[in-house]
Nanobody, 123 residues
Framework: QVHLVESGGGLMQAGGSLRLSCGAS????????MAWYRQAPEKQRELVAL??????TTYSDSVKGRFTISRDIENTVYLQMDSLKPEDTAVYYC??????????????????WGQGTQVTVSS
């Protein structure tokens, strides 16, 4: 089982910055991708940013140039959010896709989600 723990949300004025973190733990064999999604009230969950194992990144058009996704070797993914806007207000979820287990015991695919962290941007 892979467990994700998010941190870094909060209340910020428009134009400010926040940094989200998501640490993945468990018997992780490899990670294919790490991503941040968000869901605003009465809206569908949407992809914000994604980073692959090779370091390629993808951003939604609404955050390009303002948000930056990155990861470290300890299986933590970050989302640096600059120039925040009120429309960025949402619950942000971390998602990690990969394989857990060992070569000896065998590996299996996982697709895990964090518990969500609230980001509120005031105008």
């Amino acid at each position: 089982q892979v467990h994700l723990v998010e941190s870094g949300g909060g209340l910020m004025q428009a134009g400010g910055s926040l940094r989200l973190s998501c640490g993945a733990s468990g018997n992780i064999f490899s990670i294919n991708s790490m991503a941040w999604y968000r869901q605003a009230p009465e809206k569908q969950r949407e992809l914000v940013a994604l980073i692959t194992s090779g370091g390629s990144t993808t951003y939604s058009d609404s955050v390009k140039g303002r948000f930056t996704i990155s990861r470290d070797i300890e299986n933590t993914v970050y989302l640096q959010m600059d120039s925040l806007k009120p429309e960025d207000t949402a619950v942000y979820y971390c998602n990690v896709v990969g394989y857990n287990g060992t070569r000896r015991a065998g590996v299996s695919a996982f697709d895990s989600w964090g518990q969500g962290t609230q980001v509120t941007v005031s105008s």
